[in-house]
């Protein structure tokens, strides 16, 4: 299958950094609060890298973090942020997985997904709930978001982010259109300016699976887990734990 970020993982690492500066602390306390659960962390769809350092500052030790990404462009960042930190570099091993192949230990701490669901058809994201239910650690948890639309909706064109990098300016540009009955299509621009005019442009489409949270709960219930939401409500942020745990 086409990797829907060949052309885009160049823009992307800037694009994100500005909603990470409100995840960080979010993931952050939500990691924290596990306590003294042990064992490896898993960070599924590992993007860049940004979810990984924080994993890392926020559970120091030297616990196994397995950072999982399909997308060789965007593992081109992520092991360039991995080797150049010390401690990343000790701890992190990324791995060239999708979701559904992930070879994944028993006994994890956490399994991290951020914007990660819309990648996952019902089928498969149904699946992630029943594998990482038998694998996580008494006390250990799933973190989720839950980012909008929650339903197959169109989105009007909308600025996502805008970033200056030297005399350059680099934009992210995002709309979106049903598709299906449970997915819709995104249409992604971005955009690199100098003084306002334009020099490129890279276009990308790609799907994306919608399920509103009480839809996503009744699919982890099924697997024997319980989902909350934990953190600031406009981050969709949730945790799933196992019943009882």
Same mark, same amino acid.
């Given at each position: 299958m086409a990797d829907p970020y060949e052309r885009s993982a160049e823009y992307l690492d800037l694009m994100i950094a500005g909603a %990470?500066?409100? !995840?960080?602390p979010a993931l952050t306390e939500a990691l924290k609060g596990l306590g003294a659960v042990a064992g490896p962390v898993v960070d599924l769809g590992a993007g860049t890298g940004?979810? $990984? $350092?924080?994993?890392? /500052? @926020? !559970? +120091?030790? &030297?616990? @196994?973090? *397995? /950072?999982?990404? +399909?997308?060789a462009a965007m593992r081109a960042v992520l092991l360039a942020r991995v080797h150049d930190d010390p401690e990343l570099r000790s701890r992190v091993t990324v791995l060239a997985d999708d979701v559904a192949h992930a070879p994944l230990p028993d006994g994890l701490r956490a399994i991290v997904a951020l914007n990660v669901l819309g990648h996952l058809p019902p089928a498969e994201r149904r699946a992630l %709930? $029943? &594998? @990482?239910?038998r694998r996580l650690a008494p006390g250990g948890a799933i973190v989720v978001n839950v980012a909008p639309p929650v339903r197959p909706e169109r989105v009007p064109r909308t600025r996502m982010a805008s970033v200056a990098v030297g005399a350059l300016q680099y934009e992210g540009w995002g709309s979106a259109e049903p598709s299906g009955g449970d997915e819709i299509t995104w249409h992604m621009e971005y955009r690199v300016l100098r003084d306002g005019r334009p020099l490129s442009q890279v276009t990308v489409d790609y799907r994306w699976w919608v399920a509103s949270e009480s839809a996503l709960a009744e699919e982890a219930a099924s697997a024997g =887990?319980?989902?909350? +939401? #934990?953190? &600031?409500?406009? !981050?969709? *942020?949730? =945790? *799933? #734990?196992?019943?009882?745990d």
């Open positions: %990470w500066r409100s !995840l960080v940004r979810g $990984a $350092a924080v994993i890392c /500052a @926020a !559970l +120091p030790g &030297d616990e @196994a973090v *397995l /950072a999982v990404e +399909p997308s %709930w $029943a &594998d @990482a239910g =887990l319980v989902m909350r +939401p #934990t953190g &600031d409500p406009g !981050l969709g *942020l949730h =945790l *799933l #734990t196992r019943r009882g």
